[in-house]
């Protein structure tokens, strides 16, 4: 049942313009939680008929254009023909092989993950963990249909010098303290770059985004970017890859304790376990390459917000957390995991059980880092859409 779902090609990977399709990422995590087979397919009925967002799933989509070896580059982010996309990339596997299809097309489609809000990069990353062949195929065709590039051509190619000896969570503490310095003017600079609509059309943000209202946010600040944003931290050429995986799971999960709910932040998570599903399927030395597009992807998502989390509470977080360990084997644990985990089995909103899922794991990983047991706690709810959705999408 679980293939048929994951196989499923009724639906259109967004609806509503921009929304994305979230349905087989809840059937990832479901089945990860261990739900029942009767509890997932109820789930993704459900969803396919009404969304949290109060829009059901919308059907498959003619292309406008064919895609081919010989343009599939040339529409990246275009947001148009997303089922050319899939077929180009079903041809390409039959012919090459998931592993040599993987090698060839991921770099180039790596610096636009954060595009569709992460959701093409989660699509595809989580396929890959469960190792889900068709619906690799849609995550490949969907990254490629919403690229929005982090620009990691723009990152130092000397780490930063003021940066060795840290870790990632200290990078995260130093780049917080220099918002905090002078927040009043890194919120209005924001605030009047991602304002100013006119200037994202004309620079060639797609209308579309621009009626999200957070997509436009986040594609203006990529594009505009900011020096902290391209300055390589030297632990990323410095420790084994690994370890940066391990440190930015617990920075993710930081910044989320310190806005703990956040619809925005909790992406973070989310997308960070799938670019370390996909860099799995690279070669080594190109691992490190997907762990700075990350954290350049992750800088960009954060600042766009305008509203960074002090340094003082990630710090004291950070205090309270660094070296909690909880008894994993303590009876008190499981049945706090079963709580958090048959709440998240009644959620609607389908991020919940993918943070559990995913935060989880990285417990059972760390051997009960308690950060992780914390957070996994912290549900968000889906968000009011702004004004701009009373406007029709803007179609290609």
């Known amino acids: 049942m679980i293939d048929d779902l994951l196989n499923d090609r009724t639906h ?17 995590a479901l089945k990860g939680l261990g739900a029942s087979p009767q509890k997932i397919k109820s789930y993704y009925d459900g969803y396919a008929k009404l969304t949290t967002y109060g829009y059901g799933l919308e059907p498959a989509r003619p292309s406008k254009h064919v895609i081919s070896e010989d343009n599939w580059d040339r529409f990246l982010g275009k947001r148009t023909s997303y089922s050319s996309y899939c077929e180009f990339f079903d041809r390409k596997e039959k012919e090459l092989g998931m592993d040599e299809l993987l090698r060839r097309y991921i770099p180039p ?18 396929a890959l963990d469960v190792n889900h062949r068709w619906m690799t195929i849609e995550g490949l065709a969907y990254m490629a249909f919403s690229y929005v590039s982090c620009h990691p051509e723009r990152a130092s190619s000397v780490p930063l010098d003021r940066s060795r000896g840290e870790q990632a969570v200290d990078s995260l503490l130093r780049i917080a303290g220099v918002w905090d310095e002078d927040g009043e003017s890194f919120h ?24 999200s209202g957070l997509q436009f946010r986040i594609a203006r600040m990529l594009m505009e970017g900011h020096p902290m944003m391209y300055e390589t931290p030297a632990w990323i050429e410095a420790q084994d890859v690994p370890t940066s995986w391990e440190q930015l799971y617990y920075v993710t999960s930081l910044i989320y304790l310190a806005m703990p709910g956040n619809f925005v932040l909790l992406h973070l998570l989310t997308s960070l376990h799938a670019m370390e599903q996909i860099a799995h399927r690279l070669p080594e030395d190109q691992h490190k390459y997907v762990i700075k597009c990350f954290w350049i992807g992750m800088l960009g998502i954060m600042f766009s917000r305008a509203n960074l989390p002090r340094r003082r509470k990630l710090a004291a977080l950070h205090a309270t957390y660094k070296d909690a ?72």
Not at 12 to 28: D, Q
Not at 109 to 126: D, E, N, Q, R, S
């Open 12 to 28: 259109h990977i967004e609806f509503n313009g921009h929304l994305s399709n979230h349905v087989k990422h809840a059937v990832v």
């Open 109 to 126: 489609l790596l610096p636009g993950w954060v595009g569709a809000f992460t959701h093409a990069t989660i699509h595809l990353g989580w």
């Open 188 to 211: 209005q600079w924001v605030e009047a770059l991602v304002g100013d609509t006119a200037a994202g059309l004309a620079a060639g943000i797609l209308p579309e985004l621009a009626r």
């Open 325 to 396: 360990i909880d008894p994993v084997e303590n009876p008190a644990m499981r049945q706090d995991w079963a709580q958090i985990t048959a709440r998240a089995f009644e959620e609607e909103e389908e991020h919940n059980p993918k943070l559990v899922y995913v935060l989880q794991r990285m417990w059972k990983r760390t051997g009960g880092r308690s950060i992780y047991r914390a957070a996994a706690a912290q549900f968000t709810t889906t968000p009011e859409l702004p004004k701009s959705f009373e406007h029709p999408p803007a179609e290609e």
